[in-house]
């Protein structure tokens, strides 16, 4: 079954939890990131692990290779499934997150480019003059060499992961109708399925949704 990540982009624990009572019994994937993991630390990501949810750790450490061997060496402690690193830190500071993750079966993927940026956000803020595609499969060769499990990178760039062998998890999903907000590259849950993307995730159209359970399982159908 392929898997629906939803991105738990919460003020604190108290607006997730309420969020989750009607997902009773569906067990769903989780994505916690930088807002509510800063918010309520490690805690909260015990506590889920203990309740027998997935999780994906979104901390997207960008660091020199010992600081990030040494953190990924605490998130390791924590039991996720899947957690990351930007590629953009180099092959180095990748090898040493992997190094930091020894011992447990926590999944590492690097972060190619953001699904916020486009090409001409590149070329005029980054001073990158190849294309996002480009870029990613660069990236994305980097992460395979460093020895990395995949990439998170738009449904559009999932080809690439598999060409690489590599994995994808690809936010940047939008129900048919939902505003795209702050995303530049976005695809409908099928899109990313006939593409190849190997996990979605999903923040504000389920989480945003009048019934995000409905939108859960409308996703988790389109993508299947
Ligand atoms: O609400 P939305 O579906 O746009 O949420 C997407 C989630 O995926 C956010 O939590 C965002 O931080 C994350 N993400 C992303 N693009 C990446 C990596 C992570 O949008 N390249």
Redesign the pocket.
């Known amino acids: 079954m392929n898997q629906v990540i939803i ?1 738990c ?1 919460f003020k604190n624990k108290e607006e997730l939890n309420k969020f989750l009572l009607p997902f009773e019994g569906l067990n769903p994937f989780l ?1 916690i ?1 930088m807002e509510i993991f800063y918010k309520e630390g490690p805690e909260l990501v015990k506590d889920l692990t203990n309740r027998g949810f997935h999780i994906f750790l ?1 901390l ?1 450490l960008h660091d020199i290779p010992n600081t990030v061997e040494k953190a990924m060496r605490n998130i390791a402690s924590l039991n996720v499934d899947i957690t990351n690193v930007h590629a953009a830190g180099g092959i180095k500071m990748m090898e040493a997150a992997k190094r930091g993750l020894e011992g447990s079966n926590t999944k590492l993927i690097a ?1 190619t ?4 940026l486009n090409d001409e956000m590149l070329k005029n803020e980054l001073d990158i003059e190849k294309t996002v595609n480009d870029v990613v499969y660069d990236y994305a060769s980097n992460a395979k060499k460093a020895g990395l499990d995949g990439i ?2 738009s449904p559009l760039e999932a080809p690439i992961a598999k060409e690489l062998g590599l994995i994808s998890v690809t ?3 939008r129900l048919a109708g939902d505003a795209k ?1 702050d ?1 530049s590259r976005v695809t409908t849950p099928s899109d990313a399925k006939n593409l190849g993307s190997t996990y979605i ?5 389920i ?1 945003g949704a009048l019934d995000p359970v409905a939108a859960y399982k409308k996703c988790m159908e389109d993508f299947n």
């Open positions: 991105a982009d994505k990131g979104d997207k972060v480019i953001l699904t916020s998170v990178c936010p940047g999903i907000g995303q995730v999903v923040g504000r159209s989480t």
